[in-house]
């Protein structure tokens, strides 16, 4: 019996389950220069567990205008003029509001004690700070609080800062650091290695012999993984002979194995050969492309590793990527979304579709429809890196008119 997408979606994400459940994590130091040095180290990390602010954020009362401290009682409804104070700059210490003076005070400076509010310099007249001193005329009507940031106003002591799960990004590193966090934790990147098989494959670069074709689907996948934060290391195995490929598989190591390539009917079917004797089940999902799936646990010498075979067609390679492991990958890295948002948009025009197939057709949005890119066809790459959305068409449906609404991913990030 075939599988639908989304049993096999389940399936892929319960083999990740299982074979990658060993999660351990690691500390990261919060760092800017580490963060910046080595950005794939930091960038994108999954915090392991939920921190909280141990500090108040902002820690104290400050201003958030170039301006004067003031008592805003003593300003009343009609102003003051005031004798000048010292000036507060960021970085000053907590100073006091003596009664019946302003204090000339800069952004981020601390507020002093006893004043209640900042009154910007452009409203003082004349518009500029005094010397100590001098005296300056600020108007009425000034409402206690205005331009102070209070302590906590951001984050609480104690509060949640970031909840566990969260995908560390700039902001998220910011806030740490602002904190004072001096480390956190994080779930350890898993290392996939990526296989791609076929005695007809050459690197990219290399002209070409009759009958070979450039190796496609590692630059295609390792760039999907990486995106995903894993630690990739890529293959390719220009041989159809199961032995061989044993053997490149016995002498690495990796907590996740995707192969392209060998899986389905033909006779020299290298991936099927080599690990369908270890347990791995070879399969048909009724999707198009992307129909010859396997998956299961291997040992290769190391203990059981999941293994995900896909089929070497190199749209099939992304469209699975897309319905199987992009999913159950996010979900193993601890992250919250896992799934890509589906939007339902007009086709632009008539498609037709086998009814036994959920097809995965690729597509452009303009104009607020979704137009075809290409037919349904599996190696149509080409028109694959041109596309911005993945159409679907279920199991069912044989044909879609202009107009009606189809459901989308978008693949433009
Ligand atoms: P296979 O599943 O090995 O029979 O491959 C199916 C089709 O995909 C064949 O036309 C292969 O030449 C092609 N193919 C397999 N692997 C790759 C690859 N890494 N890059 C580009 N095309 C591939
Ligand atoms: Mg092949």
């Not at 005329?137 to 409402?143: M, Q």
């Not at 074709?213 to 990486?226: F, K, P, R, V």
């Amino acid at each position: 019996m075939p599988r639908t997408i989304a049993e096999h979606a389940d399936a892929v994400a319960a083999l990740l389950r299982e074979g990658l459940s060993h999660r351990s994590v690691e500390s990261l130091p919060v760092d800017a220069a580490l963060i910046a040095a080595a950005s794939d180290r930091h960038l994108g990390r999954v915090l392991a567990a939920d921190v909280r602010a141990p500090i108040a954020l902002p820690p104290f009362d400050n201003s958030q205008m170039d301006g004067f401290a003031v008592r805003s009682a003593e300003l009343g409804d009609a102003g003051a003029t005031l004798p000048v104070g010292p000036m507060i700059v960021a970085g000053a210490g907590i100073l006091d509001l003596p009664p019946g003076t302003a204090m000339p005070i800069m952004t981020g400076a601390p507020i002093p004690r006893g004043a209640d509010a900042v009154v910007q310099v452009e409203r003082a007249v004349p518009a500029v700070f005094p010397a100590e001193g001098g005296a300056v005329t600020l108007p009425g009507g000034i409402v206690a609080g205005t331009f102070i940031r209070s302590a906590g106003s951001d984050a609480r002591e104690g509060d949640l800062l970031l909840q566990g799960g969260t995908r560390l990004g700039p902001a998220q590193w910011g806030v740490l650091a602002a904190a004072g966090v001096a480390s956190v934790e994080v779930h350890r990147r898993r290392s996939v290695l990526v296989v791609s098989t076929g005695l007809e494959l050459a690197p990219p670069g290399e002209p070409l012999a009759p009958g070979r074709i450039h190796d496609a689907n590692s630059a295609s996948l390792g760039a999907s993984l990486a995106g995903l934060g894993l630690e990739v290391a890529v293959e390719t195995l220009r041989s159809d002979e199961p032995a061989e490929l044993l053997a490149l598989l016995r002498a690495r190591e990796f907590d996740l194995l995707i192969t392209s390539g060998g899986v389905s009917a033909g006779a020299h079917e290298v991936v099927r050969l080599a690990l369908e004797p270890l347990g791995v089940e070879f399969l048909s999902v009724t999707m198009q492309p992307g129909g010859p799936q396997g998956l299961g646990l291997a040992d290769l010498g190391r203990g059981p590793v999941p293994v995900v075979a896909l089929p070497g067609n190199p749209v099939s390679v992304l469209v699975s990527f897309e319905a199987f492991l992009r999913p159950a990958l996010r979900e193993t890295a601890g992250l919250r979304r896992t799934r890509r948002d589906a939007e339902r948009l007009p086709l632009a025009e008539a498609l037709d579709s086998p009814a036994g197939k959920h097809q995965l057709r690729r597509a452009l949005v303009h104009g607020g429809a979704v137009h075809m890119i290409g037919g349904p066809s599996s190696h149509l790459l080409g028109h694959y890196a041109l596309a911005d959305a993945l159409a679907h068409v279920p199991v069912g449906v044989e044909r879609m008119e202009a107009g009606e609404p189809i459901e989308i991913w978008r693949i433009d990030d």
